[in-house]
């Protein structure tokens, strides 16, 4: 319908109104009584509509919380606008904000004290119904503007772990393949979290969900007598830094080894790659309360390089985050080493490296858990892939589940991984600490706070 025949229709309609130019409300506006100023978001800019809110009806606020014993409320502002021109009636052609709003249209409510602006809200306007009185002369807008808990409670989307939310959001980079190991019991594959990433196969038997010890991880994989394996997306072999280290490549999972040990020599972990190295495997030494190596293997299956034992892990009963790290440099040489983090926080890190001379990097292909479905009764989760070289996260806050972090720094962190504007002042000081970041939607996560 061209815009001259909805015009017309419009006027029909409502009595041949139309818009002529701005018109106040009748009594005071709400800038000229009280101070407020009320804006909305039109044509990427904000513009003030102070001049056409109705002061009789109040402009009230509400938000936080009504005692301290309840949750927290959305926050909401509410006031009426003098619509006798149809101005604020999104389907009137003839209206100069016509196409500009309608629902969602973002709102934000300030006052100015001694020259400095304080915003008391900031919304989305879900609706604007028309309203008039009985003698069909004084029409006006009745709004209702709904802050941000609104729109975050949508399409609640279900819980994740914090583990699984920190590798998902971005927070670590360049990660090119992530099976979390977190599936129902009762899965007959393992689910890959990115979208260009297969699920792994299963061979054998699994215990899927079976093990709940990690505190930022819901449960995971207890290997049995079988295995899994899936493919790592194709992606470039990035070119070496500025310091002509790389490319790079770690692989990290999370372990949990019974208190009794498990078999000797037993492959945990093996990463197929191209170059020199054809295939890396972590495997499990009973000595020392439990240790692991990392071996590196040609396509001949000839031995290239063994690490050292971890002879300080023991890692028999405790959940550890296993980190295996190859990188290269121009002479050419290929760097690597296993290391483990303890997630009781009681041991420190430790670490073993090896050097191929000569070697040629490439990138990773494959990732198989328990190729030889030796590694009965160890749990394991969280195997993920990364391309770079330099740990961007605190590995014990990972594995503690952001555990200690102030109220403020939560949020904070929350709103970054989710890609929401986030500012603000920590009041709480250091003496409030968060415990464990349990799985839960992002609104519950942000109440704890």
């Keep these: 319908m061209r ?8 006027q029909k309609k409502y009595g041949g109104r139309g818009f002529t130019g701005y018109q106040g409300a009748s009594g005071p506006t709400a800038t000229s009584a009280t101070g407020l100023k009320i804006e909305i978001f039109i044509d990427e800019s904000w513009v003030d509509i102070s001049s056409d809110v109705r002061y009789a009806s109040r402009v009230v606020i509400t938000g936080g919380r009504n005692d301290e014993s ?14 006798r021109q149809g101005k604020y009636s999104p389907r009137n052609p003839s209206s100069p904000l016509y196409g500009k709003i309608g629902r969602n249209t973002r709102v934000r409510c300030s006052t100015e004290q001694e020259g400095t602006v304080r915003y008391r809200f900031h919304g989305e306007i879900v609706a604007w119904p028309s309203k008039w009185d009985v003698s069909d002369t004084d029409i006006f807008v009745p709004v209702e503007g709904s802050g941000i808990l609104r729109r975050l409670n949508q399409g609640v989307r279900p819980s994740s772990s914090s583990m699984y939310r920190t590798i998902t959001k971005e927070t670590i980079d360049h990660v090119v393949a992530y099976w979390p190991c977190e599936d129902a019991s009762g899965s007959t594959s393992i689910a890959s979290a990115l979208p260009n990433a297969a699920a792994m196969t299963i061979a054998g038997t699994v215990n899927v969900a079976a093990y709940s010890g990690f505190a930022a991880s819901s449960s995971v994989v207890t290997l049995g007598v079988g295995s899994f394996t899936g493919a790592v997306p194709p992606y470039a072999l990035d070119a070496p830094d500025a310091s002509g280290l790389g490319p790079f490549i770690k692989a990290q999972f999370l372990l949990h080894t019974p208190s009794g040990g498990s078999t000797e020599n037993a492959v945990i972990f093996q990463l197929s790659t191209t170059g020199s190295v054809a295939r890396w495997e972590a495997r499990y030494i009973t000595a020392f309360s439990g240790s692991l190596l990392l071996t590196a293997y040609n396509s001949l299956g000839t031995i290239l390089a063994t690490s050292d034992f971890l002879t300080d892990s023991a890692i028999d009963g405790k959940d550890v985050l296993v980190t295996i790290s190859i990188d290269a440099d121009s002479s050419p040489d290929i760097f690597a080493g296993i290391g483990v983090t303890y997630a009781d926080g009681t041991t420190a890190i430790s670490v073993h490296n090896m050097t191929i001379a000569g070697g040629v990097p490439g990138v990773a292909t494959r990732v198989t858990v328990a190729p030889i479905s030796a590694c009965s009764d160890m749990s394991i989760g969280h195997i993920w892939i990364q391309t770079d070289g330099t ?4 590995p014990q806050a990972l594995l503690d589940g952001h555990k200690g972090e102030s109220p403020f720094t939560r949020i904070s962190r929350l709103c970054i991984e989710e890609g929401i504007d986030f500012s603000g002042t920590d009041v709480t000081g250091n003496d409030t600490t968060m415990g464990v970041q349990n ?4 609104v519950n996560l942000m109440m704890d706070c």
């Design 70 to 83: 309840s949750q927290v409320q959305r926050g909401t502002c509410k006031f009426s606008l003098n619509n």
């Design 439 to 442: 799985a839960d939607t992002l």
């Design 391 to 394: 740990a961007n996260l605190d």
């Design 3 to 10: 815009i001259a025949a909805k015009v017309a229709a419009w």
